[in-house]
């Protein structure tokens, strides 16, 4: 069990607790009451519940035009848990305004964990069978948390992320966290939310019942389908 916020972070500065471990347990456990885990390697493990909160409603998001475009005219697909692993690897890797990664090895055993119980869930995006996008989180009952996102061709992480929102519409999942706000998180339609808001919206989503996203593992989606906002095709 974990303190709560409001008592333990009064001033809102968004750190809550240290120490504990990532087995699954703790984590779904620390998930559900509005916590997540970031910390450095070789670094106690220290876990954060931001104020405010930044969150979309999955119904929310409305592709850019550009997007819209690059949609239309394209071959790329995507899919849900195909290939958890590489998408949480490649969320890993350095990025060109940081070297160092959050996202360790001690971080991806313990999703990848998650993953294999049900709860972490990742979305792909490829042309032809290179995977040039993608991202990863955790889904508890009807909400979705977001953990990272990559890209290694221009706007496969937004097409990532456009096709999360459209299968969380599918799937009954109301909410996506998206944790801490950024100016890039905000031009795709999220918003802030007060913690205390945040946390009581949570207390009801989480004990809904959930759509087993690990059914749809085996298909593949066409990327220009997403114009129509509706009911996955396969290709």
């Given at each position: 069990?974990?303190p709560?916020?409001?008592?333990?972070?009064?001033?809102?500065?968004?750190l809550?607790?240290?120490?504990?471990?990532?087995?699954?347990?703790?984590?779904?456990?620390?998930?559900a009451?509005?916590?997540?885990?970031?910390?450095?390697?070789?670094?106690?493990i220290?876990?954060?519940?931001?104020?405010?909160r930044?969150?979309?409603?999955?119904?929310?998001?409305?592709p850019?035009?550009?997007?819209?475009?690059?949609?239309?005219?394209?071959?790329?697909?995507?899919?849900?848990?195909?290939?958890?692993?590489?998408?949480?690897?490649?969320c890993?890797?350095?990025?060109?305004?940081?070297?160092?990664?959050?996202?360790?090895?001690e971080?991806?055993?313990?999703?990848?964990?998650?993953?294999?119980?049900?709860?972490?869930?990742?979305?792909?995006?490829w042309?032809?069978?290179?995977?040039?996008?993608?991202?990863?989180?955790?889904?508890?009952g009807?909400?979705?948390?977001?953990?990272?996102?990559?890209?290694?061709?221009?706007?496969?992480?937004?097409?990532?992320?456009?096709?999360?929102t459209?299968?969380?519409q599918?799937?009954?999942?109301?909410?996506?966290?998206?944790?801490?706000?950024?100016?890039?998180?905000?031009?795709?339609?999220?918003?802030?939310?007060?913690?205390?808001?945040?946390?009581?919206?949570?207390?009801?989503?989480?004990?809904?019942?959930?759509?087993?996203?690990?059914?749809?593992?085996l298909?593949?989606?066409?990327?220009?389908?997403?114009?129509?906002?509706?009911?996955?095709?396969?290709?």
């Amino acid at each position: 069990m974990f303190p709560n916020p409001s008592e333990v972070d009064p001033e809102g500065l968004g750190l809550v607790g240290m120490g504990g471990d990532l087995a699954p347990q703790t984590l779904l456990s620390a998930y559900a009451q509005g916590l997540f885990p970031w910390f450095n390697e070789d670094e106690p493990i220290a876990w954060w519940c931001p104020e405010p909160r930044c969150v979309l409603a999955p119904d929310s998001f409305v592709p850019s035009k550009s997007l819209q475009r690059l949609a239309k005219n394209s071959q790329w697909q995507w899919s849900v848990n195909s290939d958890f692993e590489s998408v949480i690897h490649a969320c890993s890797l350095p990025r060109s305004y940081a070297k160092d990664t959050w996202i360790h090895d001690e971080m991806i055993e313990a999703y990848c964990q998650l993953h294999q119980l049900g709860y972490a869930h990742s979305i792909e995006v490829w042309e032809d069978k290179q995977l040039i996008g993608g991202l990863y989180g955790l889904k508890i009952g009807q909400i979705y948390f977001g953990e990272s996102m990559f890209h290694h061709k221009s706007n496969a992480s937004k097409v990532a992320f456009w096709a999360l929102t459209q299968f969380c519409q599918y799937t009954q999942v109301q909410l996506i966290d998206c944790q801490l706000p950024n100016p890039h998180l905000q031009s795709l339609g999220a918003v802030i939310m007060p913690r205390e808001d945040f946390l009581t919206v949570l207390s009801e989503l989480t004990h809904k019942a959930g759509v087993n996203w690990h059914d749809f593992s085996l298909t593949r989606y066409a990327v220009n389908a997403l114009l129509q906002r509706f009911q996955p095709q396969p290709q």
